[in-house]
């Protein structure tokens, strides 16, 4: 799955165009077909490494470590840095080479909004320092190439591990970071590897997890679901450990569906193409951390007489003129444990889920 796309624009979603009307029958279009998975291998020849660490392409297929780790540090002090700039001032083109997937969608959606708000730049500024860096680098062939950084940061929750996947899909593109969770540090996993301390990713089709990893979006997509929230299709059985990104999430959608003089739909689909693909790493149990994007839709209809509140983050990111509607779009990454099809307890736990609104229609 290799790109070449010269002088990029990352910050953009893939899988759809802009907002989307749903009708109130809660039956839209559905977006583009399954993108293949980040994890698969392509062909590529005999490597060697140049003097600043990077990979050359000769000859036949070769199973390689992604990067060095002197590289990835200076990916993350160069992401950070992008990272801070564009915080400080929300200019979106501080960091846009530097992220890319959802996080380039989630960020550049803030980043718009704090800039329609706050011209001047973002008066609460203050600088992200991650610090206590560890790097879990796979092995595998061709492009795109991706490793994970797990960090401590000087903001969020005390004990708690910022983990980011960086992405890379050519030898001419930087590393920019596709996925960003944040966890609590006891949750983070032994992952399996190798003599020289390399991991192991897992396929998209691997067929000893609970859910192929390809299949995590869709299955995710499913289980939100809910019979009475408006939407067709089953509640999603126990695919997914009951919490607040699970159960929780889908009950108090439930709930909002039904608030009266104030209808909402919610239609929600995976991401998997290019940036948004899925990638996992082997855990020492057999089982896989697999990092996952998802695209969900609000739509808000008034009844006669009741108006729609509209927040000022939210009027940042409207189109159109809200007479009896919003349609609210979000991108999420999540982060979750996938266990093997022989353990006791099969269910897919979610450690940590991030997303943003990306865009508003009103109408």
Same mark, same amino acid.
């Given at each position: 799955?290799?790109?070449?796309?010269? %002088?990029?624009s990352r910050r953009r979603l893939s899988e759809y165009t802009g907002p989307r009307r749903l009708g109130m029958n809660g039956h839209p279009r559905r977006?583009? *077909?399954?993108?293949?998975?980040?994890?698969?291998?392509?062909?590529?020849?005999?490597?060697?490494?140049?003097?600043?660490?990077?990979?050359?392409?000769?000859?036949?297929?070769?199973?390689?470590?992604?990067?060095?780790? =002197?590289?990835?540090?200076?990916? &993350?002090?160069?992401?950070?840095?992008?990272?801070?700039?564009?915080?400080?001032?929300?200019?979106? =083109?501080?960091?846009?080479?530097? @992220?890319?997937?959802? &996080?380039?969608?989630?960020?550049?959606?803030?980043?718009?909004?704090?800039?329609?708000?706050?011209?001047?730049?973002?008066?609460?500024?203050?600088?992200?320092?991650?610090?206590?860096? +560890?790097?879990?680098?796979?092995?595998?062939?061709?492009?795109?190439?991706?490793?994970?950084?797990?960090?401590?940061?000087?903001?969020? &929750?005390?004990?708690?591990?910022?983990?980011? @996947?960086?992405?890379? !899909?050519?030898?001419?593109?930087?590393?920019? %970071?596709?996925?960003?969770?944040?966890?609590?540090?006891?949750? %983070?996993?032994?992952?399996?590897?190798?003599?020289?301390?390399?991991?192991?990713?897992?396929?998209?089709?691997?067929?000893?997890? =609970?859910?192929?990893?390809? +299949?995590? *979006?869709?299955?995710?997509?499913?289980?939100?679901?809910?019979?009475?929230?408006?939407?067709?299709?089953?509640?999603?059985? +126990?695919?997914?450990?009951?919490?607040?990104?699970? !159960?929780?999430?889908?009950?108090?959608?439930?709930?909002?569906s039904r608030q009266p003089g104030l209808a909402r739909q919610y239609i929600d689909e995976p991401l998997s193409k290019g940036d948004y693909a899925p @990638?996992?790493?082997?855990?020492?149990?057999?089982?896989?951390?697999?990092?996952?994007?998802?695209?969900?839709?609000?739509?808000?209809? =008034?009844?006669?007489?009741?108006?729609?509140? %509209?927040?000022?983050?939210?009027?940042?990111?409207?189109?159109? +003129? @809200?007479?009896?509607?919003?349609?609210?779009?979000?991108?999420?990454?999540?982060?979750?444990?996938?266990?093997?099809?022989?353990?006791?307890d099969q269910q897919v736990k979610f450690l940590s889920r991030v997303d943003g609104l990306t865009s508003v229609k009103g109408e």
């Amino acid at each position: 799955m290799s790109r070449d796309r010269g %002088v990029r624009s990352r910050r953009r979603l893939s899988e759809y165009t802009g907002p989307r009307r749903l009708g109130m029958n809660g039956h839209p279009r559905r977006l583009g *077909g399954q993108g293949r998975f980040a994890l698969a291998t392509a062909s590529v020849a005999v490597l060697s490494m140049t003097a600043s660490g990077c990979v050359v392409v000769h000859g036949e297929r070769e199973i390689v470590p992604t990067v060095t780790r =002197a590289d990835a540090a200076g990916a &993350l002090k160069a992401f950070t840095a992008a990272y801070n700039k564009a915080d400080k001032t929300y200019d979106q =083109a501080a960091d846009a080479e530097r @992220v890319t997937g959802a &996080l380039a969608d989630i960020d550049g959606a803030k980043l718009k909004a704090g800039l329609k708000n706050s011209p001047d730049g973002n008066p609460a500024h203050s600088p992200l320092k991650l610090t206590d860096a +560890e790097f879990t680098i796979p092995e595998k062939a061709g492009w795109p190439r991706w490793f994970v950084a797990d960090t401590a940061a000087n903001k969020g &929750l005390k004990n708690t591990r910022w983990l980011m @996947v960086f992405n890379r !899909s050519s030898a001419n593109d930087v590393w920019a %970071v596709s996925y960003l969770t944040i966890v609590n540090a006891s949750d %983070v996993p032994k992952f399996e590897k190798t003599k020289d301390g390399f991991a192991e990713p897992v396929p998209a089709d691997d067929a000893a997890l =609970a859910i192929a990893p390809g +299949e995590l *979006g869709e299955a995710y997509a499913t289980y939100l679901k809910a019979k009475d929230s408006g939407s067709a299709g089953s509640s999603g059985g +126990e695919t997914f450990a009951p919490g607040t990104h699970t !159960s929780v999430w889908r009950t108090d959608r439930e709930k909002k569906s039904r608030q009266p003089g104030l209808a909402r739909q919610y239609i929600d689909e995976p991401l998997s193409k290019g940036d948004y693909a899925p @990638v996992g790493l082997r855990t020492t149990d057999g089982g896989a951390l697999v990092f996952f994007a998802t695209h969900h839709y609000e739509k808000q209809t =008034a009844a006669p007489g009741v108006d729609l509140d %509209v927040d000022p983050n939210v009027q940042a990111l409207l189109t159109g +003129e @809200v007479k009896s509607s919003l349609t609210l779009q979000r991108v999420s990454n999540q982060v979750v444990l996938n266990p093997v099809k022989s353990a006791s307890d099969q269910q897919v736990k979610f450690l940590s889920r991030v997303d943003g609104l990306t865009s508003v229609k009103g109408e």
